[in-house]
Each structure stands twice: as C-alpha cells, then as structure tokens.
C-alpha cells in the first residue's frame, strides 16, 4: 500500500520596518504557548476502531398465488422505483443435445420477438418512452425475466411480463437473426484463450456429451425450428415453475394486488416438475494432462478441476476456507508463492465452486509466459501438496475465516440482493 508523505506547512510572519525618525517599537510579548495536541496512536496497529454495525438482513413477505407461482415481496422506499426478478424452472440442461442452444433461443425471442398482441420492435419503443426495461435470460439450470420501472408504470411493467410470459409470438424473424448471431459467436469463440481455458475445462470435467457441457454448433443451430420454441416454452414455462423477487417503492398489500391480477391470472400448466439431471461421472475424461496449442498468444492458462460436491454437503464450509488460504487473493499461498515470490503469475486462483442441486467443481488457475510454463505447473502442485500433508497455520486460518465472514456483509448491500438470495 503506498502512503501519501506527510507535508509540514510552516507559517511566515512579515515585520514592518519603521524609519529611524519613529520611536522605537515596543517589545514583543512571549508568544503564547502552542495547545496541546491530542494524544494520538503512534502505529496504525494502536488505533481503536468502534464495534462494527451488526449486519440486519430485512425480511421479505412471502406468499404462493393459487395458479401455484411463489412470490417473495420487500419494500424499499429510498428511490421511486419497482424491480422484479423472476427464477423459471427450466435450462439448457433440459433441451435435446442436438438442438444445444434452443433454450438460451427461446429465452432471447421471447423478449425481442414479443407477445401476440405486443411485437417486439412496438414493444422496444413502449419500453423507451417508460424508461423501462423487460429483460428474459438462460443459464444451464434455470430461466429468468425481470422489470425494471417507475413506481407509477408498476401496472403496465407488470401486464407487459405476463403477457410475454403467456403469450410469445415467437416470430421467424427474430429466430433467424438469433440464429444468425449464435453462427457469429461460434465464428469468434477460439480467439480468447481465456474463453477456450473455461469452455474446455468444463467439458473434461462433466464430458463433452453431459448436458452440463454441451456446446452450441453450426448443426445444431441449424436444426432449431419455431416450432421447437414453441414446445420449449409449452413445457416448462408454467406459474407453478416460478418464483418472483420483487422490491422497490410500493406498499405490500397493493403490489400483492397488482401481482395477483397480472400473474396471478396465469392458469397452471400442468406438467410435472421437470427433474434435476444427474452428473455422469462415466462421461467425464480420464485423468490426466490435457494440452490446447494457440499459437498467436505467448502465455499459458493453465488449470487443474475436479468434480466437487453440492452446498449442502457438510463439507462446504471447510472446502471454501480450503480454497481461500490456497488461492482466495493477496493474502493467498498461490499468490505469495507463485506471483510475489517466483515471479511467474499474473493470475492464480483456486476456486470452490459447489454446485446447488448437482456436484459443482474445484479447480486451480495460473497464467504465466510460455517459457516458464513447467515451473508454475510443479510451484502449483507443490502448493497444492504442502496443503494436502500438513495443518493450515492458525494465522492463515483466522485471517481466511475473519476474511469470508466481513465479506458476507456486502452479499446484503442491497434489497435486490437480500430477495435474490
């Protein structure tokens, strides 16, 4: 940390000087004594700091539609604004491997394309004039849509995402230019080494063919049609499937009104709930040194991953401490090892990452110049097995704990992150 110099500014006083016709000028007085300055530390390790505020997490109302739709409410009445989150039970796990990509498709013409009544284009310029935005998304393991609107266009933020959600035309259009735009992000997806490191680390992990791996390809692309979206949609897109977040600028009572007439009259879809897809171990690739040449970059990102486990394991809580004190920051073995002391690294990390309903993963990362590839490998493996054969210092420890509980303090920062939680 650098300290800024301290600057001591001395002042200056200017005599007159009288002629020699005048008299003499009096004697100056003893000038008075400086006060007394305030004691102060001496060492920032003397300074007294006063107790922390305790963390006050404020609590969401909660409440389930009779179409089945769970529904968390928080008011935050500091800017006059409403926002909603919602979690769909669906992902691209679910969707046939020789149609990868036709989840994330669906999500994104949902929005653009619109609703039967609203189309997308119309809808855009709606949104505009309301300083509003309905946004719709994807990830492997579920769907999500919110809003983000003035207090006063609660009502028509609320009726545009049930129409969406109920009605999407789903039009042609908008499929071939997604279509169009995944074709160009396949085009572009080797040019970042870093993009090629995550996408094939994850692949050796769970295998190539797992459905929490799969990759979408110009084939598959190509073999999406309207009406895969439409039965996508069908299946999985039902209340019973979702749980909306909303906080902001509104009275509970009202907004549990205004739900109720927008989403609540939603009727159920009826499909059972989709179940949570197991990890295959058998797919995964055998272990061993895996190696990607990208010859116009002169550094290597190297890793190591292994399947994990899930947040409910007991183990959690010690695996995330593990991961902190060998590659969480600064203060990290990785770090002091590898970056501070060889000189190797411009990254490490070692990353827990557990999954919530199936095993997640634990890796280590190093980036380093080409030429001193070998040595960061066996600095990381000595690390790695230094952890492995003897006992965490009780420093390393208590600084690594003290660290991730400060931490939580920010997971609360917001009301937007107390309802996602």
């Not at 505020?53 to 739709?69: E, I, S």
């Not at 545009?160 to 995944?182: H, V």
């Not at 159920?268 to 995964?284: C, H, I, S, W, Y």
Request: aromatic share 6%; glycine share 8%.
């Amino acid at each position: 940390m650098t300290y800024s110099n301290l600057i001591a500014a001395a002042a200056f006083g200017f005599a007159l000087i009288a002629s020699a016709q005048q008299a003499a000028p009096p004697k100056p007085a003893a000038p008075k004594a400086a006060p007394a300055r305030p004691a102060v530390a001496n060492l920032p390790k003397d300074i007294v700091y006063p107790k922390l505020n305790d963390v006050k997490v404020p609590q969401t109302q909660r409440y389930v539609l009779p179409n089945g739709m769970t529904v968390f409410l928080l008011e935050d009445h500091e800017l006059p604004t409403v926002r909603a989150s919602a979690m769909i039970r669906t992902g691209a796990r679910y969707e046939p491997a020789e149609k990868t990509g036709l989840a994330a498709i669906t999500a994104e013409v949902m929005r653009t394309g619109g609703s039967v009544s609203r189309p997308g284009d119309k809808l855009d310029d709606e949104l505009d004039r309301l300083a509003a935005t309905v946004e719709f998304g994807m990830s492997r393991s579920s769907g999500s849509a919110s809003i983000s609107c003035l207090k006063e266009d609660s009502e028509r933020a609320f009726t545009i995402l049930a129409d969406l959600l109920r009605n999407p035309a789903f039009p042609q259009d908008k499929l071939d230019l997604e279509k169009q735009q995944g074709r160009a992000g396949i085009s572009r997806r080797n040019d970042d080494a870093m993009g090629i490191h995550g996408r094939e680390m994850r692949r050796l992990v769970y295998g190539k063919n797992s459905p929490y791996a799969l990759q979408v390809e110009y084939a598959t692309l190509d073999a999406i049609t309207r009406d895969d979206l439409i039965a996508f949609h069908k299946r999985y897109y039902q209340p019973e499937n979702v749980i909306l977040g909303v906080w902001g600028d509104f009275n509970a009572a009202e907004m549990k009104a205004l739900i109720e007439r927008t989403l609540g009259a939603w009727p159920k879809g009826g499909n059972p709930r989709p179940e949570t897809l197991a990890v295959d171990p058998a797919l995964a690739a055998k272990p061993g040194i895996y190696h990607i040449e990208k010859s116009d970059v002169n550094q290597s990102n190297i890793g190591l991953i292994r399947l994990a486990d899930k947040m409910s394991d007991p183990a959690y809580y010690a695996n995330t401490v593990m991961a902190d004190i060998l590659g969480g920051g600064f203060a990290s073995r990785l770090f002091n090892k590898i970056r501070t002391e060889m000189g190797l690294a411009y990254a490490s990390s070692a990353n827990y990452s557990p999954g919530m309903d199936i095993p997640g993963t634990m890796s280590v990362f190093v980036g380093t110049k080409s030429e001193t590839t070998m040595k960061a490998i066996e600095a990381m493996r000595g690390e790695m097995k230094k952890l492995a054969e003897a006992e965490v210092t009780d420093a390393e420890l208590k600084l690594s704990k003290e660290s991730i509980l400060k931490g939580e303090a920010f997971d609360y920062a917001s009301t937007g992150q107390v309802v996602g939680r």
